[in-house]
């Protein structure tokens, strides 16, 4: 079997993404055409206080659920993409921040470099956990203003975030895995406080 590859591609749009349409030659030779969100490298981080047993968490509308009929309405960990020569513990920083108003601390490293979606984008993904206390919501949060985003900044029970997702109220890929990493380090945590 051989290595797929590109023999053409266009750049069909130039905005805030960059989306192409190329030709792709297959490992048995076969060219087909595929569509790509050329969208870059991101960061996401969850925040949570392990005192309170708490997550901090943003309510924000998404532009896919709000295509695909549901509610556009998803709540998620800080995220954003990574600017420039910005580490991803930078990001994740800056966003914890522009989003939550939280200054984090240490940040406990999950996984570098995780496929968003593989097939349709180029978007890879740095994941964090952060372990705050209430003395680091230093700011508003909500986003940046030209950015358009509109955000919620929601503190949240563990185990009320453990139960939401259990029961799909929760679906934002990069959130579940950081929900799942963190009550595999710290399945106490989830358990409501004595």
């Given at each position: ?7 053409q ?31 870059g ?7 949570y ?25 998803l ?11 910005e ?14 108003g ?26 964090f ?66």
């Amino acid at each position: 079997m051989t290595t797929p590859q590109i023999l053409q591609q266009t750049v069909i749009y130039q905005g805030w993404g960059r989306y192409l349409l190329m030709n792709v030659a297959t490992p048995k030779g076969a060219v087909v055409e595929r569509q790509l969100d050329d969208h870059g490298v991101a960061a996401c981080v969850l925040p949570y206080d392990a005192e309170r047993r708490t997550a901090v968490l943003v309510r924000l509308w998404r532009t896919g659920p709000l295509f695909s009929g549901q509610s556009p309405y998803l709540i998620e960990a800080p995220a954003g993409l990574i600017d420039g020569p910005e580490t991803g513990e930078a990001c994740a920083r800056r966003e914890a921040m522009e989003e939550a108003g939280l200054k984090l601390g240490k940040l406990e490293p999950v996984a570098q470099g995780v496929w968003a979606s593989p097939a349709v984008s180029t978007e890879q993904i740095d994941l964090f956990l952060a372990p705050i206390s209430a003395a680091d919501r230093v700011a508003e949060g909500g986003g940046l203003a030209e950015e358009h985003e509109e955000i919620e900044v929601i503190e949240m029970a563990l185990a009320e975030f453990w139960r939401r997702i259990l029961d799909g109220e929760i679906c934002d890929m990069k959130t579940l895995v950081l929900a799942y990493a963190l009550r595999h380090r710290r399945p106490d945590l989830f358990e409501p406080a004595p």
